[in-house]
């Protein structure tokens, strides 16, 4: 047998670029079991930090420059635990099936990539519909949906002033869509083509795996979704993801 190629007892074939995709997988799963400790860790202090300064501002002798301080303390601290709160729960592999708001699920994603947007010096808008009927289904696969696009997204604009749309509206009486629309460089029509295809990337090597999209149009589609996408070069990329409000 070719020194490239090894095999499992049930004779499935391992290329090297598939054993290095399970070894960075491996990686990652390891990173998420430390991540959660991590977190766990940060929640004592926070909590500590949060309680002392609530007592704080029930003083009645503190001065308002120290007063509106220690509330900024407070809220930045609530912020933090929140933040932590939701890793912890988008890091579970328990299924979390259940009715879903859309709308503080992209504010959820939003808030945790706020780091990465400003970095790419890209400016985030929201234009969420709060009418929006809540939706049954797993929010963790929801949100890494978000994630894979806003994600793809931020990475496609490298420039400093992009811009990113985020929309949330009705799609009939039983269906409700996000739309995820950037003002980057845009898709060339032979690699639109082929955006969603297993292992396709125009990443630089290390950048991507290739199997965001994919994993993302799978993602979709197994909760019964649809998910489009738009682009033209120099005009931006939109995507439009489509789901079921009951399953």
Known sequence: MNDSVARYSNEAIITPD?????????????????????????NAPLS???SASQM?????????????????????????SQLTKGLLNFSSHDETVGETDLNLTVDFILNFLTFEAARRGVTVLRQLDY???????DANILKQ???????????????????????TTNDGPDRICFIIADNGPGIPDETLDRIFDRYFTTKKPGEGTGLGLFVTKNLVESMGGDIKVSSRIGGGTTFVVTLPIQQ
């Not at 931020?154 to 002033?161: I, K, P």
């Open 18 to 42: 598939l054993l290095k995709q399970m070894a960075y997988n491996e990686k990652m799963a390891e990173l998420g079991k430390i991540s959660a400790g991590v977190v766990h860790e940060l």
């Open 48 to 50: 500590v930090i949060i």
């Open 56 to 80: 704080i501002m029930r003083e009645d002798d503190v001065p308002e420059a120290v007063q509106e301080m220690i509330a900024r303390i407070s809220s930045e601290a609530q912020r933090l």
């Open 131 to 137: 009418t929006l009927p809540v939706i049954r289904l």
């Open 145 to 167: 949906i978000l994630l894979n696009i806003i994600m793809n997204a931020l990475q496609a604009m490298e420039d400093a002033g992009g811009k990113l749309l985020i929309e």
